[in-house]
C-alpha cells in the first residue's frame, strides 16, 4: 500500500476541495457562472503539483 498512498492521499484531498468549493458555490448562487468554474483547474493543478513536488523528495 505505501506505493500507492501518495496518490490516493492527494486524490481524496483534491476531491475535498473541489466538493468544498463547488458546494461554496451553489450556496452562493454562483455555480452557473463559467469563470469561477475554471478555478477548477487550479486546484487540480495545485494538487497534482504538490503530489509531484512530493514524490520526487521521496525519491531518491
Excluded at 484531498?13 to 452557473?32: D, K, N, R, W
Excluded at 487550479?42 to 512530493?54: D, M, P, Q, R, S
Amino acid at each position: 500500500m505505501g506505493h500507492y498512498s501518495l496518490p490516493i492521499r492527494f486524490g481524496i484531498a483534491i476531491g475535498v476541495c473541489l466538493i468544498a468549493y463547488f458546494l461554496i458555490l451553489s450556496l452562493l448562487g454562483l455555480h452557473t457562472n463559467v469563470f469561477y468554474s475554471l478555478f477548477n483547474g487550479v486546484i487540480t493543478g495545485f494538487g497534482i503539483y504538490e503530489a509531484t513536488k512530493l514524490y520526487r523528495l521521496r525519491s531518491p
